[in-house]
């Protein structure tokens, strides 16, 4: 089994609709991140979580919400999605016991808004 | 602000052939430099990395040095494998001034490899 599980792989949606993304991660690492994939951009950084009591905006923010729900989870909310939003989201994991620490990825979800 | 430069895409070479793909930055801090390699359908996975200037990162063939006077972090192979076809990226950590490093990166926009037979 993978050691960050994101849900759902895929999602098509409307304009408008709220959405959330999930992520679950079995590897006990206490930091975890929110990155989106845009052609020619790279990735970039939503949102992170340094523990679950702790929750900080990353470069792009705006348009999303998160929540961690324990250790484990921590799940990305688009509130009223828009078409620039589509992207490939990545949720990540780190452990701040290894020294630059290195960051463990899931395999993505593709959002599509239409 | 930090940033992440890298050679413009697509690569397409022939399997034994030479690789280098350019990476440049821009950082406050003196920042620790990786790469990252993306394969088809899967998340991104750390390649190598180098933490402190004239350090050599390798792995699966792949070099890079962190070159702090030209702020570069090139990554070259000498002979690649169809098996290399994939998206590389360059990225940088910058620590805050306490000198301790997070996992919020920095990316390049990727560089897409593909290594015919």
């Known amino acids: 089994d993978a050691d960050v599980t994101q849900t759902p792989r895929n999602r098509i949606t409307k304009t408008g609709k709220r959405i959330m993304l999930e992520c679950s991660q079995t590897?006990?690492?206490?930091?975890m991140y929110w990155y989106r994939q845009d052609p020619g951009l790279g990735l970039r950084l939503i949102y992170y979580?340094?523990?679950?009591?702790?929750?900080n905006k990353g470069e792009i923010s705006d348009g999303y919400s998160v929540s961690r729900q324990a250790q484990a989870k921590f799940s990305l909310s688009l509130e009223s999605a828009i078409p620039n939003q589509t992207a490939l989201y990545f949720c990540?994991?780190?452990?701040?016991?290894?020294?630059?620490?290195?960051?463990?990825f899931g395999s993505g979800t593709q959002l599509s808004v239409l | 602000g930090d940033s992440v430069t890298q050679m413009e895409g697509p690569v397409t070479l022939s399997e034994e052939a030479f690789l280098t793909i350019n990476c440049t930055y821009t950082?406050?801090?003196?920042?620790?430099l990786f790469w990252y390699v993306q394969y088809p359908g899967e998340g991104l996975q750390l390649l190598l990395k180098?933490?402190?200037?004239?350090d050599k990162g390798s792995n699966k063939g792949f070099e890079a040095t962190y070159r702090k006077e030209t702020t570069s972090f090139h990554l070259e192979k000498g002979s690649v494998q169809v098996s290399d076809s994939a998206v590389y990226f360059c990225?940088?950590?910058?620590?805050?001034?306490?000198?301790?490093?997070?996992?919020?990166?920095?990316f390049g926009q990727g560089t897409i490899l593909t290594v015919h037979p």
């Open positions: 990225a940088l950590s910058d620590p805050d001034a306490g000198g301790t490093s997070y996992g919020k990166l920095t």
């Open positions: 950082a406050t801090g003196y920042p620790s």
């Open positions: 990540a994991t780190s452990d701040p016991g290894q020294p630059n620490e290195k960051l463990f």
């Open positions: 180098a933490t402190k200037a004239d």
């Open positions: 590897k006990g690492h206490d930091r």
């Open positions: 979580s340094f523990d679950v009591k702790d929750i």
